[in-house]
């Protein structure tokens, strides 16, 4: 055990043009700036090893943004072992669109607009509900410049390293709920209807705790904190502006009250079936939305939370957590935080299955999807609902083909101890079962859970998710089933142990 050093950093992600806006089936371009969006990085040294952890503002993390930051941060901070970073993101749904225009399964979006186009004739090929022009930063532009931000942050932190306290501490807001629906025949949906007689019970349950860290300089003043909540940060998800989304609410509340240069590094936990709206406390959206999901036959407008599509509802969740974050702090013993840890940092490179596709699955595809283009092509050209309604059968499809080469998924995970702490990575839209159990079963006396973290595969379900299907748990919405999502869990939580014995 050795004396710690910490540094912190924070770099925007807020580019000159506008931006290609990631999540929903349809394209959106940033109209303004709500607030900023930010890769925030805390380096760790102790014990003669190393550890960069960046959060930032982004839907995903795919691999090949990852290497572009690897390749960059090689260059700038020739010191740091690249593998040593731990690079996850808020899950947002108001940041850059970052699909890999390379790979032909990136995301739900690419995957079934480029599909769908193999069964439609000529004249009736897809076409994007907006023009894309000059105001807008392309893609791979994007990406090389999100890269270089978040290489940048990474390398300040670790320059900016220097004797440390900290102290791990635990919180509770009402954050994240499940947004799975279970019915009566056996089924679930994604964004259900609670508000009908066929309604049974919400298919999981929810996490309101909060894992927290807080950090001091070597005079004991707050540098930093590291707050882990199983949700994303998806309230503004619909909506054409660039925004932080809760997270950027309390970091601003935060400073308010705590100091202007203190960091916020806000991790998502295990979240894959979790969202900021309460589906039995069902309220409107204050203005329009164009989702079929979120409308609502019977709307009942329950007392409850502002809308949680709006900034109203944005507002009440960011106070919230920081509201916790500073009651919290001051209640912390400063006799008893820590400026010695043992710290280690393994990097496991491990094979989970591929969740495969049967052969009647896949005619069963091509023969629902050869049936919606015969009773649609009459329209015209192909949209983004078209795309959306066939995503199932278009993602069944791509899996089908994808299995004759490939067995295995290949993941990267990181497992940390520091002092009593645990942290465990992975690259999964994680249901919150997995997670129940990892911190559950750890030895650690607190648990942090990072999902979508180096890498994205999508949604990893449950197998009573599998069973009950729809988004999030059909075969066309993640990598890997129920199968691999234990294995991982045994994994983790071999490793995590052995860092306790």
């Known amino acids: 055990m050795s004396k710690i050093l910490i540094g912190w950093a924070e770099e925007t992600l807020v580019p000159d043009k506008k931006?290609?806006?990631?999540?929903?089936?349809?394209?959106?371009?940033?109209?303004?700036?709500?607030?900023?969006?930010?890769?925030?990085a805390m380096a760790v040294e102790a014990d003669n090893e190393q550890m960069i952890m960046i959060s930032s503002d982004l839907p995903s993390m795919p691999f090949y943004l990852q290497d572009l930051i690897r390749e960059?941060?090689?260059?700038?901070?020739?010191?740091v072992d690249p593998k040593k970073i731990i690079l996850s993101v808020t899950h947002t749904h108001t940041s850059h669109t970052l699909d890999d225009p390379n790979v032909k399964e990136a995301g739900a979006f690419s995957t079934t607009k480029t599909l769908l186009n193999e069964?439609?004739?000529?004249?009736?090929?897809?076409?994007?509900?907006?023009?894309?022009?000059?105001?807008?930063l392309p893609s791979t532009e994007a990406a090389i410049f999100v890269s270089k931000q978040i290489a940048t942050a990474a390398k300040r932190a670790w320059e900016n390293r220097a004797e440390a306290y900290y102290t791990n501490e635990f919180g509770r807001a009402a954050v994240g709920m499940c947004r799975r629906v279970h019915y009566s025949d056996g089924t679930s949906k994604m964004w259900g209807d609670t508000?009908?007689?066929?309604?049974?019970?919400?298919?999981g349950g929810n996490d309101s705790g909060i894992e927290l860290l807080y950090t001091f300089d070597k005079d004991k003043n707050l540098t930093g904190v590291v707050a882990n909540i199983a949700c994303p940060a998806q309230i503004l998800e619909q909506r054409s502006f660039i925004s932080a989304d809760y997270w950027g609410r309390a970091k601003a509340n935060i400073r308010e009250k705590l100091g202007k240069n203190v960091h916020l590094l806000g991790l998502c936990g295990a979240a894959g079936d979790q969202c900021p709206r309460d589906l039995v406390r069902w309220v409107d959206p204050e203005t329009p939305i164009d989702d079929p999901n979120v409308k609502r036959p019977n709307p009942s407008n329950k007392k409850a939370d502002p809308s949680m599509y709006d900034?109203?509802?944005?507002?009440r969740v960011g106070k919230r957590i920081a509201n916790e974050i500073v009651s919290v702090y001051e209640e912390i013993d400063f006799a008893d935080v820590k400026d010695e840890a043992i710290f280690k940092h393994k990097v496991i490179d491990l094979e989970l299955p591929l969740r495969r596709a049967t052969t009647t699955e896949y005619e069963t595809a091509i023969r629902e999807i050869e049936l919606y283009v015969s009773k649609n092509k009459h329209k015209g050209r192909f949209t983004f609902e078209d795309s959306a309604n066939l995503h199932i059968h278009l993602g069944t499809i791509a899996r089908?083909?994808?299995?004759?080469?490939?067995?295995l998924i290949p993941?990267?995970?990181?497992?940390?101890r520091l002092g009593d702490v645990a942290f465990t990575t992975n690259p999964f839209e994680l249901f919150l079962d997995y997670g129940n159990v990892i911190k559950?079963?750890?030895?650690?006396?607190?648990?942090?859970?990072?999902?979508?973290?180096?890498?994205?595969?999508?949604?990893?379900p449950t197998e009573k998710a599998e069973k009950a299907g729809h988004y999030s748990a059909y075969i066309s919405s993640g990598k890997v089933g129920h199968v691999g999502g234990d294995m991982y869990v045994r994994h983790a939580l071999s490793e995590i142990n052995k860092m306790f014995e």
């Not at 090929?125 to 894309?132: M, S």
Request: charged share 20%; proline share 2%; hydrophobic share 40%.
């Open 311 to 315: 900034i109203s509802g944005c507002n």
């Open 72 to 79: 960059e941060f090689a260059k700038i901070c020739p010191d």
């Open 19 to 40: 931006i290609a806006l990631a999540g929903q089936f349809f394209l959106r371009v940033s109209e303004y700036v709500e607030s900023e969006i930010t890769a925030t």
């Open 440 to 460: 559950a079963r750890s030895k650690a006396s607190q648990t942090f859970i990072l999902q979508l973290t180096n890498g994205w595969y999508g949604y990893l």
């Open 195 to 203: 508000n009908t007689a066929t309604f049974e019970c919400m298919e």
């Open 119 to 136: 069964f439609v004739p000529e004249e009736n090929r897809y076409v994007n509900n907006i023009e894309i022009d000059d105001s807008v």
């Open 411 to 416: 993941m990267e995970s990181h497992i940390v």
């Open 400 to 407: 089908y083909r994808m299995q004759e080469d490939v067995n």
